[in-house]
Nanobody, 126 residues
Framework: QVQLVESGGGLVQTGGSLRLSCSASGRTFSVYDMGWFRQAPGKEREFVATVKWSGGGYVGDSVKGRFTIYRDNAQITVYLQMNNLEPEDTAVYYC????????????????????WGQGTQVIVSS
């Protein structure tokens, strides 16, 4: 069982930056692929970024060039650095995890993940 706790959300102006953190419990964090998804009111959950257990990262087209995902296995934490934020980035951001052993493919769909955090709200004002 893995428990995930997100933090770092808040209110920021257009063009500003935030760094989200996702702290995980458990001793097997190093073998988990980690992902970030977001959901805006009235919209479906959207893939944002993922990082493999081996360290390789991938971000979605809507945030490419602005967001970066990285992990610190020693701190059992994954981060989402968000720069040049836009009002369209307003959403609840969720952290997710799955066991990444046995596959080199990035997990881009929400149903590929087994564990979820409770979410953290990001609001970007115009």
């Amino acid at each position: 069982q893995v428990q995930l706790v997100e933090s770092g959300g808040g209110l920021v102006q257009t063009g500003g930056s935030l760094r989200l953190s996702c702290s995980a419990s458990g001793r097997t964090f190093s073998v988990y692929d980690m992902g970030w998804f977001r959901q805006a009111p009235g919209k479906e959950r959207e893939f944002v970024a993922t990082v493999k257990w081996s360290g390789g990262g991938y971000v979605g087209d809507s945030v490419k060039g602005r967001f970066t995902i990285y992990r610190d296995n020693a701190q059992i934490t994954v981060y989402l650095q968000m720069n040049n934020l836009e009002p369209e980035d307003t959403a609840v951001y969720y952290c997710a995890a799955r066991n990444g052993l046995g596959t080199a493919r990035y997990a881009l769909a929400s149903d590929e993940y087994d564990y979820w955090g409770q979410g953290t709200q990001v609001i970007v004002s115009s």
